[in-house]
């Protein structure tokens, strides 16, 4: 099928739409020995493995909160409605399997756009195992949003969940932090901001816009002790409290061991540790274990790539004190208040 | 937690409104043997029946598409985000299992609002064994959306899907058509409507409202000899012809032989049959079936409260003629246009 300029969903209908999408996708990504029905029936119809457990979870994005068109390629945005949900997946340990996509259209979009949409979302899921296995499109006439729902598996029916931190136990994230939170920054500057056009700058935006999932750290997370995960999608101060209140613990975190990448210290000198702790989205794995399953998962870490740093530990829990306390470079000790990162609240 | 009057999403925030959404669900809905992690994880873990496929489904309303606040109450609204979903589970022969919910709020929805959807979800999930596993909550400022991912398991390892459909096979329906189209009809009159007010027109709204999925219908579908299926969402001529382009047939439908509920044609005698073949929303499952298979389901139909009817016939497609053609009590046979009930075309 070749895609004419211009045309949009209104010109070829949802069918012919369907079609062109599903046709945008890797073929690995659409059929397998596992998937007896894909795209285009009521449901698709998968044979997980048998023993292993299965791990579910669904995010959207929202046109204007998520992301906005004029920030983003079409290419991007595919990229991170999937990457997105297999961090989930990673955070718990699992292998993804498939995912379902569910588009609300306003109706105008230019087929070539959707299509650019399929391919980045398809690059993705066939680098990281994924079929995608159906959908569903509706019209949303006031903003464009992407619903993701991915199904992913255990490893010897074993999972990493946010219960399970110990006092003891080293606080850890995975990569730097704040290059999202950064590149978002940049994007809200506009073109013309004094920060752009260096390769640095396209660095962090790139961050933002194609977040990667560490689907390759989290087995060995699960392999070598870790007792807590989760993905950092809210950063690092609206996470970690979700692991202390599921796991009935508190922590104390050292600012001064937080890996921030140089390019956010050197654009944001003044804000740094703001956009590393509070910024969100890095998709990074935060994560605790006991100090000598800590030491292990630093050392294997590397045979995939990725660098973990130990930014704090867990305590016991006191009903009286704060759950999270911050320590900085000039040795104060900040209480950390939580639920300070709530989507409806908005205090950012 | 107590429900305060008139105290909204932003008020409560997004931790406090997913505390309150769990505890509106039934207990047996939240946890259970096979659920190892639920509601408030990255992702719900679940352990899947050996041997048995699993079916995935995604179905999303939006608000001012597929509902209008001032049309339905909350507690039908849940019924139906899931039962649209279940009834995909249904057409495969499914039984369903679990599903996420995915919501976008525009933040100022009453929370007492919130938990009646979630109580109206809960109980047709209770009612039909479906664990409500987990989900997502985002900001969508422009207009309510609830995406529901349903994941069911085949039984004994077959589902019913689309293609199957073979010439000499029996087109039948089970129920009747047309009430939830003429319910919506009703609805779109205004409560001052001058058929508004009785006790018919409550239960055609109902049957819009609140649609029930034909899941103990499904398994007899397949068991006894069923060709294809799917689920009637977008009329008897929207969805049709979808079973006959992925079975590579045409058909002959027989307009007298429709089941019409008596009050469709009561209150709209002048296009019941439109109602009935283009209203969409019906939830009823369209099937094809060998006419021994099709007498066979017809008989233990019953056993379950359910009525079937043969609508019309499976042909071998002409490659110059039309797929679908409808017999009127006239003797008039007429051509009915494919890809004419395209949500983004919108000429219903």
Redesign the interface.
Known sequence: MNEVNGQT??DV???G?IARLRAALPPETVAGPDL??GI?????????T??E??????????E???FRLDWTDWASLGHKALAVNLS??A??G?VPR?A???L??R?DEEIADLVDFYRGLGALAARTGTLI???????????L?L?V?A??E?RGGR?L???GARPGDVVAVSGTLGASAAGLRLLAEGAEGPRRGTTTAATLIDAHLRPTPRLDLAPLLLAHGATAA??LSDGLLGDLPKILS?SDVAARLDATAIPVAAAVRALFPDDWLALATKGGEDYELLFTAPPRAFTEIREVAATVGATVAAVGGVVAAVAAGPSLTMRHGDGLEEAVAS?AF????GER
Chains 1, 2 share one sequence.
Do not use: N
């Not at 285009?40 to 997980?48: L, M, T």
């Not at 457990?53 to 929202?62: A, H, K």
């Open positions: 969903v209104r209908g949802e069918f739409l007896a029905l285009g029936d009521d449901a698709a119809v998968w044979r997980p048998p023993g457990r299965l791990v579910v979870t669904t995010d959207g994005l929202v204007g909160i998520h989930d997946l955070a718990m699992a498939l379902v996509v569910s609300g259209l109706g296995a159906g959908g569903d499109v509706v019209a949303s006439p006031a903003a949003t619903h729902t199904i992913g255990s999972v969940s946010r219960a989760m993905d599921a639920g709530d989507h409806f609240r």
